[in-house]
Every structure is written in structure tokens, then in C-alpha cells.
């Protein structure tokens, strides 16, 4: 089971991004997705998370601006990031509780990050 996430780049102020992550393996079911970032020097942080049932959580920082969604027959999470500023600039992380074939466990995967840059 792996994580595999794309969409980051270079972006100027006001601007627009899409990421995505899509979960692959031998999967049973996926739970909650979301996404967490981290700046160079802080830690990592929770930006928005969503549940299989479509149940939404934001962070205070990209309330309004971000938006995130899920495609559960494709396993993929994703997150529209309109009005991006400076301080958005991070590597991106998709995450997911799933569990798969191989133990019908319950474990969480991360992807491998994804870094946004917000400049002009």
C-alpha cells in the first residue's frame, strides 16, 4: 500500500493549486484522508482532513481558501488551494487510515510530499 501524491509547483500570490493523493495497494477500505504540511523550520501541521462520509475539517489558516475532496472508488484525496499566500509555501503531506488485504488492520500511511511554493 502506498501513498503517491502530485500537483505541487511554484505559484505567485492569489494564485491557484490542485494537489491530489491517491491510495494504491490491495486496498479494503479507506477511512479518513487528509492533508498536513510542513515549512522549513516548523513542524508539521494539519491543514484539512475529510472522512469517507464527506465530513470536512479545516484548519483556522485555509478556512475559505481551501477546499478539500475525495473520490472514494478511486481512493484519492484532494485539495484546491485558491488564494494562496507566502506563508502557504510547504511540502505538502497526504495521509490516510486504511486497511488492506494483506491484515484487515486499521494503520495509517503517509505520501511522500509534495512541496508548494508560494512567490513572486
Known amino acids: 500500500v502506498q501513498l503517491q501524491a502530485s500537483g505541487g509547483g511554484l505559484v505567485q500570490p492569489g494564485g491557484s493549486l490542485r494537489l491530489s493523493c491517491a491510495a494504491s495497494?490491495?486496498?479494503?477500505?479507506?477511512?479518513?484522508m487528509g492533508w498536513y504540511r510542513q515549512a522549513p523550520g516548523k513542524q508539521r501541521e494539519l491543514v484539512a482532513t475529510?472522512?469517507?462520509?464527506?465530513?470536512?475539517n479545516y484548519a483556522d489558516s485555509v478556512k475559505g481558501r481551501f477546499t478539500i475532496s475525495r473520490d472514494n472508488a478511486k481512493h484519492t484525496v484532494y485539495l484546491q488551494m485558491n488564494s494562496l499566500k507566502p506563508e502557504d509555501t510547504a511540502v505538502y503531506y497526504c495521509?490516510?487510515?486504511?486497511?488492506?488485504?494483506?491484515?484487515?488492520?486499521?494503520?495509517?500511511?503517509w505520501g511522500q510530499g509534495t512541496q508548494v511554493t508560494v512567490s513572486s
Open positions: 495497494g490491495r486496498i479494503f477500505s479507506v477511512d479518513v
Open positions: 475529510i472522512t469517507i462520509g464527506g465530513s470536512t
Open positions: 495521509n490516510a487510515d486504511l486497511i488492506s488485504y494483506n491484515n484487515f488492520r486499521r494503520q495509517n500511511y
